[in-house]
């Protein structure tokens, strides 16, 4: 008679008030409306209001009318994916955003090169740049314009930054969730700074800028359009990481479309209020020549003070490295349970509850970034492949609804908002595709190779016996050294 094998994870689901058992290792439900707000928040406004009215403005040849039509737009394609992510993290119930919406629904082969794109390439790229951007604006006000900021010590305090924000996601979901709400309050009062600045002068007769809004600096150019709605994405970007962790968040049927509603709603305001601030001041000319549009707006309008920009820049960029680094991990953590990545991955700490190997294995490759790589290249063509997977995610809603119609849907969003956000996204990836084809063209390549990494893990994989002692060894020896075990417990 053959002994049954103990399952890994005892099949108890939570119930509707996420009540699951203290003493098992699992990742828990500790993220409530304030945490989510300020998950989502903290993770939109990063950099991006800080750097890409230049983008947004340029794509659009300098009229002022149509770059704020430009956000306005970029908002309500932002809200629309929202909606589209919140139904379908209600549907599955599972942690690992992207990657669990298309494991589920295109199958194990689209789902692994999801996850080992954001692995080695995407999630190491955008720490590296937030890293950067953070030393950068620390340094800057030290040295001063009259010489150029030392390399070596940009790139050493890039590492401090990271990991620093390692060790607080280590040691616990609680402690990061309390860090992005200060780094939340922080990053909004420095925009409020500037805001109210902005609405003073603008009282004050600075209007200039607002005579002609709609006339271009410059000649309209197709090419350019897909930049203004890159950059202006790229400053919405990031709604979706709280659906990435949605089995850590109470009442996720409650929690996410109110935090989605109140965070998108703040954030427009910010942004559109933020852009007319700039305007009051900047002419369109002088931001299209700004590589950092609230250093230069704050030297004008701050004075001896412009250095507390900076530092609220700073601040921002940390936000939304440590809103990546928790929502990042739990794809790599989701990946592995599901065996699509290797079992280390879903590893939790047996004390602190975080899914440690999770946030330190792709640490190597950060570094790499950081030292030796392009990464704004990178981001050019990573944005791409992002756009490729978001849109795949949209498709979700309208195949489930035709395919399944009994399928039991707990957040039923309108059907015509995932068609807006599909069509949006068609439209800008074939702008890009035209406008920029060798980034497009290393995109694709990069799919390629994940695609041909599968196939050879998959061999791999179909040859149990000769491999399984070596990962029985590597699996016990990371447990040990890092006290940590599969999780304990089914959390969806």
Known sequence: MTKQKRPIYKQRIPDEDNNISEDKVILRPVVGISGSIAFIVGSII?????????GVLDGVSGSVGWSLVVWVLCALIAVCGAYCYIELGTIFKKSGGDFTFMDEVYGPMVGYVRVWIMFFMGGPTWSAVQCL???????????????????LSVRLLAVCVLMLTLLVNGY??????????????????????????????????????????FQPQEPFSLRKLPQAFYAGSFAYSGWSFLIFVVEEVKHPLKTLPLSMNISLATVTIIYLL???????????????TSDAVAA??????????????????AISAVGTLNS?????????????????????????????????????????????????????????????????????????????????????????????????????????????????????????LFIGVATVIYFIDKSISSHPD??????????????????????????Y
């Open 46 to 54: 990063g950099t991006g209001i800080f750097l890409s009215p230049t």
């Open 133 to 151: 951007v953070v030393a950068l604006y620390i340094t800057t006000p030290v040295v001063g314009d009259c010489i150029e900021t030392p390399y």
């Open 172 to 213: 616990s979901t609680t402690l990061a969730t309390r860090f992005q709400i200060f780094y939340t309050i922080a990053k909004t009062v420095g925009l409020i700074v500037i805001i109210v600045s902005g609405i003073v002068m603008l009282f004050g007769g600075h209007t200039d800028n607002f005579q002609h809004p």
């Open 274 to 288: 933020a852009n007319i601030s700039y305007l009051t001041i900047l002419t369109p000319r002088e931001i299209l």
């Open 296 to 313: 230069t707006y704050s030297v004008r309008v701050l004075g001896s003070w412009s250095w507390t920009v900076w530092v609220f820049v």
């Open 324 to 444: 990546g680094v928790f929502s990042r991990t739990r794809m790599s953590f989701a990946a592995s349970r599901e065996g699509r990545f290797p079992k280390i991955l879903s590893f939790i700490h047996i004390k602190h509850r975080t899914p440690l190997l999770a946030i330190l294995l792709p640490v190597p490759i950060t570094l790499v970034l950081l030292f030796w790589a392009n990464v704004w290249f990178m981001i050019n063509f990573m944005g791409f492949v992002e756009v490729i997977f978001q849109t795949m995610c949209y498709c979700i809603i309208p195949y489930i609804r035709w395919t399944q119609p009994e399928r039991e849907i707990p957040f039923k969003t309108n059907i015509s908002l995932s068609i807006i956000a599909i069509a949006a996204n068609v439209i800008l990836l074939i702008l890009t595709i035209i406008s920029v084809p060798i980034d497009c063209l290393v995109g694709v």
């Open 466 to 491: 000769k491999y399984s002692r070596i990962t029985k060894k590597v699996n016990n020896f990371f447990q040990r050294l890092f006290l940590s075990i599969p999780q304990e417990e089914r959390t």
